[in-house]
């Protein structure tokens, strides 16, 4: 896949088809991950594959997230921006794979850390999608149009 349509054409998905991910997938998800650059080379995550969905799920804001995720992927460490980029490789690498993902908040810290052993940066649910997407439907720019984000001239500045 061309990577600039991966990234126009990438939604987050809540809503996931009740089928498994293959290992091999998950591998390459999770080395996405592992190869994401980080300040100093420090690598300062950790990836903890969650078994226990349903105890997890309690940590989130939209429970059913995890609940009916084919993997759920939770992050430690304290990287920050490294954190995000290692996030943001995993959802793509999945993206690439035909599989669909979503960041999900943490409202209940002390929940998520009591099921994980330590404090989640971030928790990732990933599943293949309930209704098929085809990113090659459309161009990277055709999806880039459709996007409901703000146009670049109100975003960016020249100086």
Known sequence: MDVYLAIASKRDERHYADRAIPD???GRILDAGRLAGSAQNRQPWEF???SDKQALAEAVYV????????????ILGAGGIDIGR?????MLAAWNEGVVSCPNGIQAPDTAEQ???????????????????DPSARSAEEWSERANRKPLDEIVRHM
Do not use: C, H, W
Not at 115 to 133: D, E, T
């Open 24 to 26: 091999e997938v998950v």
């Open 115 to 133: 099921v994980l052993g330590a404090a989640p940066a971030l928790i990732l649910s990933f599943g293949y999608p309930a209704k098929p997407r």
């Open 86 to 90: 290692a996030a943001q490789n995993m």
């Open 63 to 74: 429970p059913d997230n995890v609940r009916t995720a084919g993997l759920v992927v939770a």
């Open 48 to 50: 903890v594959l969650v």
